[in-house]
């Protein structure tokens, strides 16, 4: 499907200017496109917010309504996405029908922890996953057109070629961790069932933001998507085993330094009744919501630093 500057209502045509100079709304030729202004800073972050929501809806209609029109070809994608996933589980099956535990991890919370990461992870991909062409389009200059649009560009540039195959790997997931919480004996209390869900969102949170981050170091590494794609992919996988199988370093660099112990391994230990690694505090396990918020406050800065940067390829 081909990608044009008339996608979104209101949108101004026969936009002029060298590539990178686009004029938003209001402002002058140079700057990037801002979303209309908003008087007092709460009024203005919700109008920000609500249009970027709206820009995204848009967008990801139009690609959902572009797939759903070849279904059979959908579903054939979905099922392999599914089945592609599944093998990573299948690797921990395998391993266990030779051991008994793994760092001292049953089978069922070994199901757990993947569960948990796997569906944090795959909705994040999900909603997220196409940042990862951010260094192609910074390159062939393609980004100009999204620069073009009177809308939020990170909104844009997110729903852009919306893959709801990749569905198939949240369904994968989800499907793991309810089988684990059937084979898990887990003294269930109201504070642990409610931990579960904002472990899942919150975790989802974490790794879009991180996503982000990794888009924006794209404007000034280019060709660095692999490097990116090791905080996300890789980090998923890390997620997915016990931390008492790894070394303390590592375990202490994602507590730490990238905080992705807080998508699963803190809170899903709490619930699991296992101390926390690398003699992090108990109640770590419940600071899932406030991290994912300064990690979106930190990709927020890193976007916005990224744009500013950018410079269009000159041609």
Excluded: H
Excluded at 136 to 154: I, K, N
Excluded at 270 to 296: E, M, Q, S
Aim: proline share 6%.
């Amino acid at each position: 499907m081909a990608e044009t500057a008339t996608g979104f209502p209101g949108e101004a045509s026969g936009a002029t200017g060298s590539p990178g100079e686009a004029s938003d709304a209001t402002g002058s030729p140079g700057e990037t496109p801002r979303a209309p202004g908003f008087p007092g800073g709460a009024s203005r972050a919700s109008g920000v917010l609500g249009d970027s929501l709206r820009t995204y809806r848009m967008v990801a209609a139009m690609w959902i309504r572009s797939t759903m029109a070849y279904r059979f070809s959908f579903a054939l994608t979905l099922v392999n996405s599914f089945c592609v996933t599944f093998f990573d589980f299948v690797v921990i099956l395998l391993m266990f029908g030779q051991v008994k535990g793994l760092g001292g991890f049953s089978f069922a919370e070994v199901a757990f922890l993947y569960g948990t990461a796997g569906t944090a992870f795959g909705l994040a991909d999900l909603t997220m996953g196409s940042l990862q062409r951010m260094g192609r389009r910074v390159r062939d200059g393609s980004l100009d057109v999204f620069l073009m649009r009177p809308a939020p560009l990170l909104a844009q540039v997110a729903a852009d070629k919306f893959a709801l195959r990749r569905f198939g790997r949240v369904a994968q997931a989800l499907l793991v961790l309810v089988w684990s919480l059937l084979l898990l004996d887990v003294d269930w209390t109201p504070v642990k069932v409610a931990l579960l869900p904002v472990t899942v969102v919150c975790g989802a949170v974490i790794f879009g933001a991180v996503m982000v981050i990794g888009a924006s170091a794209l404007f000034w590494l280019q060709d660095a998507a692999e490097v990116t794609n090791a905080f996300t992919y890789g980090g998923n996988t890390l997620l997915q085993y016990p931390p008492s199988i790894f070394a303390q370093e590592l375990v202490r660099g994602v507590v730490y330094v990238v905080p992705l112990a807080f998508v699963s391994w803190l809170p899903a230990l709490y619930v699991l009744g296992r101390p926390a690694p690398a003699g992090v505090p108990d109640w770590a396990a419940f600071a899932a919501p406030p991290v994912a918020l300064v990690c979106c406050g930190v990709a927020g800065l890193a976007w916005r630093a990224g744009i500013r940067s950018y410079r269009s390829t000159g041609s």
